[in-house]
């Protein structure tokens, strides 16, 4: 069998156990986006057997429910990594949805379109314009789903660990049609190994060379490196990082750490000894499982209420 399979054959596969949908993330036109044919793939790779979506132009949200008598009103948008090249949508997304709906809390697994001059006017703010949509649209249909929309968090790794990051700092910038001044900021932020900085000592080069360019100006780094631009309506945040993690420096999380607590932002952090990057849900390093951590932390800041 071809290791290449159709996108809906793997979705259906992946999450029909729990998920009920999965939705176009926008109704009408998707906005910043040039007129090009779909040529979105994906891939289950051979090395590691991980899910993988390329070429991403028409972006979705993957519906998780926890069951009605688990439920608790918490939500979560999950946007996995990639280096904003792919999506790792099996580990990093379908894998932490699941998890997420056993603790009570819904879940919901952005496909976010990935940054391309061909395929958008500005690829810089592509991806962010979907992580705002994302949390739009749980927000709107809130009632729907169960949801209280004062406790919708965003969750990213990696080079989605930028993106919630940026959704989490650039809230006020607002790159969606909004006429009914929805709220964009999420409620909390979780960060695993995430890219935080576009500084040349620390970045994850290839995340920033795919969203801003090769030879980005200072103002679009700075920008972008979202621990300069954490302020006191920053949403809190839970940070999780492997100090031995080659791919992106443990700085980044350290950085935008300090940048919350600088500046009076609820903020923890823990850190594995070992473990690298990519590890998703499970370091096989360690025996502490970081999610359950996670699921405290929110549980001791009342996002998740019994």
């Excluded at 962010?128 to 649209?137: E, S």
């Excluded at 789903?145 to 959704?167: C, E, N, Q, Y």
């Excluded at 009914?180 to 994850?204: E, K, Q």
């Amino acid at each position: 069998m071809s290791r290449f399979v159709s996108l809906f054959l793997i979705t259906h596969l992946c999450c029909m156990a729990t998920a009920q949908e999965t939705i176009p993330l926008y109704s009408d036109s998707i906005p910043n986006s040039r007129p090009v044919r779909n040529e979105e793939y994906s891939e289950i790779t051979k090395d590691s057997h991980v899910l993988t979506i390329w070429k991403v132009t028409r972006p979705t949200l993957t519906v998780f429910l926890p069951a009605k008598e688990k439920a608790n009103g918490c939500a979560i948008v999950v946007c996995p990594g990639g280096g904003y090249t792919d999506v790792a949508a099996g580990h990093e997304g379908y894998d932490v949805a699941k998890r997420l709906n056993d603790a009570g809390i819904a879940a919901f697994v952005l496909k976010y379109r990935l940054p391309d001059d061909q395929t958008m006017i500005d690829k810089s703010i592509g991806p962010l314009q979907d992580a705002q949509r994302a949390i739009q649209l749980v927000r709107e249909q809130a009632a729907d789903w169960k949801i209280d929309p004062k406790r919708v968090g965003i969750m990213g790794f990696s080079a989605g660990g930028h993106l919630a990051s940026t959704a989490g700092t650039h809230f006020s910038k607002v790159l969606i049609g909004n006429k009914n001044n929805i709220s964009l900021r999420p409620d909390f932020m979780i960060l695993v190994y995430p890219v935080i900085s576009f500084a040349d000592s620390i970045c994850h080069r290839g995340s920033r060379d795919h969203l801003i360019g090769k030879d980005p100006s200072p103002q679009k780094m700075w920008e972008y490196s979202n621990e300069l631009q954490v302020n006191s309506q920053t949403p809190p945040g839970y940070l999780v990082h492997a100090k031995d993690d080659d791919v992106v420096p443990v700085q980044n999380s350290l950085l935008f750490y300090e940048a919350l607590r600088k500046n009076n932002v609820p903020a923890d952090l823990f850190l594995f000894e070992k473990g690298g990057h990519g590890f998703g849900m499970n370091n096989p390093t360690s025996q502490v499982k970081w999610m359950d951590l996670a699921l405290q932390w929110l549980q001791k800041n009342g996002w998740i209420t019994s």
